[in-house]
């Protein structure tokens, strides 16, 4: 009797998924895992691991600040399970919080990163302008019922577009003071008026920590008629709440 030949083990490779994540982060201490913290990527890791039977690291496009909202946040991660994207999407949505929702899911190619790949972002910051807030808009706007110079406003929203150094707008960070690059491109920066909203829409190849936020700060400050609405500002008014800002969409 020939003996059998041995046989290798079953063995399943890894596939690469990209996920498209809506959040209200309102509860969150943003993206990014910080020990202590809720955060969302912590959340999103912790149930893809448990789905996957092992530690998976899930990169997102960007980090998101502490209760900064998102629509259309992109991540990814590599998984051996063969669960087809869109029952995995249903599965990982049954164990996520209310607050957090995979949109949608795709295979992509093994060297798909979600950040180096990224082409632009796109942000928004909403105000509330009418005296009353309506009380279920207020995680997601920034409530001003005071007089605001509102044209000079959107004339220097426009200012900020095409390429400029921006470290007067970002966050103290120690990136930003070891040698990285603070010039960023932006492709188009708008405020207008619908409604009782006043929204700020800026899309950009890369922003730095704050940066939406304290160009929306130096905008209200333009519509106090503390700053002119000319040229590209050289200082920035003071950093505008969290919880008026999300990001929309990511291209590539």
């Given amino acids: 009797m020939t003996p059998s030949e041995p046989t290798e083990p079953n063995r399943t490779s890894s596939r690469r ?8 982060g309102s509860e969150y201490h ?15 890791q912790d149930i893809v691991s448990v789905i996957e039977g092992a530690p998976v690291h899930v990169a997102g496009s960007g980090r998101t600040d ?3 909202h998102a629509l259309g946040q992109v991540a990814a991660f590599t998984l051996t399970n063969p669960i087809p994207p869109e029952n995995l999407r249903k599965a990982i949505n049954r ?3 209310p607050a957090i929702r995979v949109m949608h899911a795709e295979e992509v190619g093994p060297d798909f990163h979600p950040r180096f790949d990224a082409v632009s972002k796109t942000y928004r910051y909403t105000m509330y302008r009418g005296e009353i807030l ?3 808009e207020a995680r997601y706007v920034f409530h001003h019922p005071y ?3 509102e044209d000079e406003m959107e004339q220097a929203a426009r200012s900020f577009e095409g390429e400029h150094e921006f470290r007067p707008f970002a966050a103290k960070d120690e990136r930003y ?3 990285q690059s603070t010039v960023r491109r932006v492709f188009s920066s708008e405020l207008q008026r619908d409604g009782d909203r006043l929204i700020y829409t800026v899309r950009g190849a890369g922003f730095l920590k704050y940066m939406v936020r304290n160009i929306m700060g130096t905008l209200i400050e333009v519509g106090r008629g503390n700053l002119g609405p000319g040229t590209f500002p050289r200082r920035c008014g003071a950093t505008a709440p969290a919880r008026g ?3 929309m969409n990511v291209e590539y």
Wanted: glycine residues 12%; hydrophobic residues 45%.
């Fill in 147 to 149: 007089p605001l110079l």
């Fill in 95 to 97: 164990l996520l919080p």
């Fill in 17 to 24: 998924i990209r996920i498209t994540v809506a959040y209200d």
């Fill in 134 to 136: 309506p009380p279920f």
């Fill in 66 to 68: 502490a209760g900064v």
């Fill in 30 to 44: 943003g993206w990014q895992v910080q020990p202590g913290y809720a955060t969302i990527q912590g959340v999103l």
């Fill in 245 to 247: 800002l999300t990001l």
């Fill in 177 to 179: 003071t070891n040698g």
